[in-house]
């Protein structure tokens, strides 16, 4: 059973950084695409990060230039690392699996096949 556990929200100020982490167990990550996720109060879940098998990342607009993902494939874990945090960021940070290995850029919530229980980043003002 493939288990995702996020861990590293908190309340913070606006312009200030956070690192999450998303630890794997039952699923060897290396050969499988990693995604971020958020989703604020009355919102779809949105895109947020992608980084693939072979460490190709991509971002939504909105985070290009503030946000890093990255991959510790001996620890099975998949960072997201934030700064200059912005009030708009605050959400539900989720971390999701890939439904299949070896992909390359993929963004629809669809085609994520495990998912973290989420962790929540709140940026105040």
């Known amino acids: 059973q493939v288990q995702l556990v996020e861990s590293g929200g908190g309340l913070v100020q606006a312009g200030a950084s956070l690192r999450l982490s998303c630890a794997a167990s039952?699923?060897?990550?290396?050969?499988?695409?990693m995604g971020w996720f958020r989703q604020a109060p009355g919102r779809e879940r949105e895109f947020v990060a992608r980084i693939t098998w072979s460490d190709d990342t991509y971002y939504t607009d909105s985070v290009k230039g503030r946000f890093t993902i990255s991959r510790d494939n001996a620890k099975n874990t998949v960072y997201l690392k934030m700064n200059s945090l912005k009030p708009e960021d605050t959400a539900v940070y989720y971390c999701a699996s890939d439904r299949a290995p070896f992909r390359s850029k993929v963004v629809r919530t669809s085609e994520y096949e495990y998912w973290g229980q989420g962790t929540q980043v709140t940026v105040s003002s």
């Open positions: 039952g699923r060897a990550l290396s050969r499988y695409g």
